[in-house]
């Protein structure tokens, strides 16, 4: 495709991604569900960085508006009629890309029903049909497309995923986890092959299936549709939603530039926009300033090995209680909010609450046995990895503060928690610096 044919002009987040126009020139990816939403965006994205792009849609109308609205910006976009909970209109689809354009090199599994319904309230045929338009057909179009990426030894398929856990949305974001389990284990198959696989949360993204969810879900949280639109996951969107177009310039980037560092993992738009630069990472305080001599890590003497032992076990017991005092105030936030928080926790720090708390107690056993002993026994190495994780925690917390803002603006809630945070953030400075010493020692 020469540059002048390219999609051009048109204000989109890709365009600022600072990727070259022809990236992905001579690919040919599919994007199921392309016809609105995430998955228009992404087609037009991909498009933009130069691939041939198939809109895999079920919905005729959209389906069409969106290949002219690629093609008119002088993107190559191809609508093919496509229902991909059907394993028969799944194989046409890829007969026909195929025949047009050669063997699929990107397959983008957007599509989606996410109907807001009570288990209560749920029938069988649309539990039925959730499953299957989003966990049976994520299957059966990788399956269809893997043979040949096999074959070439490349390839990559993304497949859109959500949050955790969410009332009221039982069906979708049970086909989403098996998404997402499905794409950790595929990945484990194909990697070998050179075929790269990435579950992709793309965030809080406005789009018409958000409106249409935001229908049932916001009276359900005693707010109004406007207001369920403004909530806001990250700070760069304080009172919005991330725009479809945003949603979709992640996803080319991950594609473009990122398919490899992330195979096999779950990755969400904000940190994939953080990477690109894209996005601001959350201005990060600085918390060590403000703390209290006792609390510095910085005075230790390396080597002091019972002190950096009696430190650490009393660190240890300290930051379970902080662990167990973050669960408790999880499970005073609004039940709709607690799964984001807790999804948060898992993507920030690296890994869950439950994960921490496991951690934690073998450590502090650990930490006890070797007191007990009355011997001054240094930690296994494998305690060494901890560090990086708890570099991690300690930046989750001190995000606290200012996602808090986002839920209130009262200036005595801020400050109080803006106080735990900086405590939180000492004890685990404190608690790596002692793991640090005994590791090593
Ligand atoms: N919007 C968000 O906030 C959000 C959050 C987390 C994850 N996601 C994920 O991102 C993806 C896109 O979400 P969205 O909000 O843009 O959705 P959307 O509902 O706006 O668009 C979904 C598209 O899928 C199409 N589709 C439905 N059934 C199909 C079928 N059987 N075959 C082919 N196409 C079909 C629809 O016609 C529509 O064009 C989804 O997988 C969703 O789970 C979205």
Known sequence: MQSSEKVTGSGRAVERLGLRSDALAGKVAVVTGAGDGIGLETAYALAWLGAAVV??????????????????????????????????????????????LGPV?????????????????????????VMAVNLKGTFLTSKAVLPD???????????????????????????????????????????????????????????????????????????????FMKLSLHPAYPDSAMPADHAGAAAAYLITALSEEYHGELVNGYQVLEQAGFLQAQPVEDALAALPADEQSSGRKDGDLLESLNSAAGLSARFIEMLVETEEELKRLPVFVRPLARSGIK?????????????????????????GAGQIHALPAAYRQMEAYLDRLADYYRQVPAETLRFTKDADVIAQVQQISQGRVALIQSLKSAVRALAQA
């Open 149 to 227: 990426m096999i074959d070439r030894r490349s390839g990559i398929i993304v497949n859109m995923v959500s949050t955790d856990a969410m009332p009221y949305l039982s069906a979708y974001i049970a086909s989403k986890q098996g998404i997402a389990a499905f794409s950790q284990s595929l990945a484990g198959e194909v990697g070998e092959h050179g075929v790269h696989v990435i579950a992709f949360a793309p965030g809080f993204v406005d789009t018409p299936g958000l409106r249409g969810a935001a229908r049932g879900l916001a009276p359900r949280m005693g707010l109004s549709e406007e207001q």
């Open 55 to 100: 809109i895999a849609e079920s919905n005729a109308e959209t389906g069409k508006l969106a290949e002219e609205l690629i093609r008119s910006a002088g993107g190559r976009a191809y609508f093919i009629h496509t229902d991909v909970s059907n394993a028969g209109s799944v194989a046409d689809m890829l007969a026909g890309t195929y025949r047009s």
């Open 347 to 371: 993507s920030k720090s690296g890994m869950s609450l439950q994960d921490w708390r496991r951690a934690a107690e073998s450590l502090k056993q650990q930490l006890e046995q070797a007191r």
């Open 105 to 129: 090199d990107i397959l983008v599994n957007n599509a989606v029903l996410c109907p807001p319904v009570a288990v209560l309230e749920m029938d069988e045929s649309l539990w039925d049909r």
